[in-house]
């Protein structure tokens, strides 16, 4: 029964196309706000045209970087003052083997797909606990 989430607040990260844009969709109709995260603040403004500007509330987020992400939960704090829900769906594939792969890029492929999730885990649990919120977290995993 999801009308006991009408009023809550999700957050979704790569949320600009995909699975996170098609997870923030079906949120968004049980009457949940989505803060959706991504890269690319035209596709996210696509999306919140698409979703509603008051149920889609578009932030440019570079996940790898935990200063965006810790900037993301203190907008969340100010606007809603709570967090239900945390997808954690943004992520990288690498197309080069391992074998053949430079540092760089076991970097990005580590900072997006488990650095990044960890940190959102994180202050999920501790925004989730400040309001004392029975919240989710849900990982999508490539």
Known sequence: MMNRWIGKVAL?????????LAISKALATHGIKIVGLGRRIDKLQD???????????PIECDVTNEED????????????????????????????????????????VIDTNLIAPAIFAREAVKAMKKCNACGHIINISR
């Open 12 to 20: 979704v990260s790569g949320s600009s196309g995909g699975i996170g």
């Open 47 to 57: 999306a919140a045209a698409e979703i509603g500007k008051d149920k889609f509330f």
């Open 69 to 108: 992400i810790l900037k993301v939960f203190k907008w969340i704090d100010e606007k809603f003052g709570r967090l239900d829900i945390l997808v954690n769906n943004a992520g990288v594939l690498s197309p080069t083997p391992i074998i053949d792969s430079k540092t760089e890029e076991y970097r990005r």
